[in-house]
């Protein structure tokens, strides 16, 4: 089954730290471009972080960057990010989403459920 | 990256066709045929149903159909249907920051 599956969500205090990871299955993962998404309690998606396919090149929002790194093991089929300095405006459902392709430009593709990350002391 | 603009709420009957709107600038919907749009039901991943404007991916139902006019584009859904309800997201690529853009949504109700 096609399948992308988040993990690693909870309760975190405001300045620390939280990893999440986004496990790939039924498709070939090294190949596709990934990205996180975000959508905080009541509001829409948020484009955080795309990471190219073979994970020489990353792109951030500004509201993310330099706290948030994202990475990935094509050898375990595995997405990460990891978010430092956590704030309250970070607590939202965070989204991995595949690319279509390998490009920049390739659109979201398919994405997973999400994980709830809720910052708050 | 200031958000794409959409309007917060469309609604139509059964049967009926809908336009969801969605205005950017000459930096991103303006300027390449890459915008995109995502349904997405509460507590459900996002679907792709639109991409690169006008393209349907597989699957998805042929009622569902996008067009941009300058630095607006818009889906469409045709026949509407009571499970077509849902949030729609437009997104854009923009090229100059190489990021991506996505409107504040649009709550779609089938009355």
């Known amino acids: 089954q096609v399948q992308v599956v988040e993990s690693g969500g909870g309760v975190v205090q405001p300045g620390r730290s939280l990893r999440l990871s986004c496990a790939a299955s039924?498709?070939?993962?090294?190949?596709?471009?990934m990205h996180w998404v975000r959508q905080a309690p009541g509001k829409g998606l948020e484009w955080l972080t795309l990471?190219?396919?073979?994970?020489?090149?990353?792109y951030y929002a500004d509201s993310v960057k330099g706290r948030f790194t994202i990475s990935r093991d094509n050898s375990k089929n595995t997405l990460f990010l990891q978010m430092n300095s956590l704030r309250a405006e970070d607590t939202a459902v965070y989204y991995c989403?595949?690319?279509?392709?390998?490009?920049?430009?390739?659109?979201?593709?398919?994405w997973g459920q999400g994980t709830m990350v809720i910052v708050s002391s | 990256q200031s958000a794409l603009t959409q309007p917060a709420s469309v609604s139509g009957s059964d049967g009926q066709s809908i336009t969801i709107s969605c205005s950017g600038t000459?930096?991103?919907?303006?300027?390449?045929?890459?915008v995109s749009w995502y349904q997405h039901l509460p507590g459900k991943a996002p679907k792709l149903v639109i991409y690169?404007?006008?393209k349907r991916p597989s699957g998805v139902s042929y009622r569902f159909s996008g067009s941009k006019s300058g630095n607006t584009a818009s889906l469409t859904i045709s026949g509407l249907q009571a499970e077509d309800e849902a949030d729609y997201y437009c997104?854009?690529?923009?090229?100059?920051?190489?990021?991506?853009?996505f409107g504040g949504g649009t709550k779609l109700t089938v009355l």
């Open positions: 690169e404007v006008t």
């Open positions: 000459s930096s991103d919907i303006g300027t390449y045929n890459l």
């Open positions: 989403a595949r690319a279509s392709g390998r490009y920049e430009y390739d659109e979201f593709e398919m």
């Open positions: 997104c854009s690529y923009a090229v100059s920051s190489t990021t991506w853009v």
């Open positions: 990471i190219l396919y073979d994970g020489t090149k990353e």
């Open positions: 039924g498709f070939n993962f090294n190949i596709y471009g």
